[in-house]
């Protein structure tokens, strides 16, 4: 499986972006598809997951309400929306993938990453 995240920028504070992630590959093996992200000189943090179905969704408590995960399986793309946008939320994002039928918000879980994409938010 790979992954390819896309739709990173630098924008204001409160502004809105939209991360892609792209599967390919052997996609009917995943389960879970996931949001992290890493600030500088931090440990990377879950941030969303969605099932296959997009039945079952979750989210980091500091993203609720202000960020949704969507997917779109016939394009094999998760999506990131994310509203009102926050400095705190400046990071590079990575999305990944889990062939496990049980959803995890631990990095360990993930068996598949993708190269990451910067955001970055100015006050």
């Keep these: 499986v790979q992954l390819q995240a896309s739709g990173g920028g630098s924008v204001q504070a409160g502004d809105s972006l939209k991360l892609s992630c792209a599967a390919s590959g052997r996609t009917s093996s995943i389960h879970f598809m ?3 992200r890493q ?3 931090k440990e990377r943090e879950f941030v969303a997951v969605i099932s296959r179905s997009g039945s079952i969704t979750s989210y980091t408590d500091s993203v609720k309400g202000r960020f949704t ?7 094999n793309t998760v999506y990131l929306q994310m ?5 705190e939320d ?3 994002y990575y999305c990944a993938a889990d062939t496990s039928p049980i959803y995890s918000s631990r990095r360990d ?3 598949y990453w993708g190269q990451g994409t910067q955001v970055t938010v100015s006050s």
Excluded at 69 to 75: G, H, V, Y
Excluded at 83 to 87: Q, T
């Design 34 to 36: 996931g949001w992290f």
């Design 69 to 75: 995960i969507s997917r779109d399986n016939a394009k």
């Design 109 to 111: 879980r993930y068996d």
């Design 90 to 92: 400046t990071a590079v």
């Design 83 to 87: 509203n009102s946008l926050k400095p």
């Design 39 to 41: 600030a500088p000189g």
